[in-house]
């Protein structure tokens, strides 16, 4: 109940085609849903993020879609770019102030020039 | 130095042998983490520290061990590590303990070698 299950395990696009990486959990408790980049090399870093009160949110060419009633949620890069390749990481927070992180496997985007 | 720093970057040991990873942050933060990351699973939550005091232990081996000396400080020391234990080593911190933003801040984190 406690896991975050991510998909796909790799993705390659061409560059100005659209990213799209899905993840699905189980614990409605959960109540914060962060995507986190990973560059070759570094740790990873917060893109964005999204609360369950909302449907969408959008920020530049990033966008997540979140889908309460199934308990999904992905996240869309519009007009991919080389740049955007990464590995991705889709989370979701524990309820209350007490939870941790959970993180799902990772997508590893490539994008091709 | 601004963010999370973590020395050193590259560390290959015997299973003998004993070392310790160092994690520092600059950002003010509470709470510190120490996160494993292995090809093709899911970060893996090792210790928590908020405000030097050890909050969670993710049921890690004894033959790792945390310190936290002061709220910007960090240390994995390492024992008789196995193979299995080769990974990626992440350190981040967090304005509290288990954030309500949950934005953790990461270092580039520390790749582990056991021979």
């Known amino acids: 109940q406690q896991q975050v299950k991510q998909s796909p395990q790799s993705l390659i696009v061409q560059k100005g085609g659209i990213s799209i990486i899905n993840c699905a959990y189980e614990n409605t408790a959960f109540d914060y849903f962060p995507w986190y980049q990973q560059f070759p090399g570094k740790g990873p870093a917060l893109l964005i993020a999204i609360r369950p009160d909302v449907s969408e949110k959008k920020e530049g060419r990033f966008t997540i879609s979140f889908n309460k009633s199934a308990k999904q949620f992905s996240l869309h890069i519009m007009d991919s770019q080389p740049g955007d390749s990464a590995t991705y990481f889709c989370?979701?927070?524990?309820?209350?102030?007490?939870?941790?992180?959970?993180f799902g496997k990772g997508t590893k985007l490539s994008v091709k020039p | 130095e601004t963010g999370v720093t973590q020395t050193p970057r590259h560390l290959v040991m015997g299973m003998t042998n004993k070392k310790s990873l160092k994690c520092e942050q600059h950002l003010g933060h509470n709470a510190m983490y120490w996160y494993k990351q292995s090809a093709k699973k899911p970060l893996e939550l090792m210790f928590v520290?908020?405000?030097?005091?050890?909050?969670e232990n993710n049921s890690v081996p004894s033959r790792f061990s945390p310190e936290c000396p002061n709220s910007s400080h960090l240390f994995l020391h390492l024992h008789t590590l196995q193979p299995e234990d080769s990974a990626l080593y992440l350190c981040?911190?967090?304005?509290?303990?288990?954030?309500?933003?949950?934005?953790?801040?990461f270092g580039e984190g520390s790749r582990l070698t056991v021979l």
């Open positions: 520290y908020s405000l030097e005091e050890r909050v």
């Open positions: 981040a911190s967090s304005q509290e303990i288990h954030t309500n933003t949950g934005e953790l801040f």
């Open positions: 989370a979701a927070k524990g309820g209350g102030s007490q939870g941790n992180l959970i």
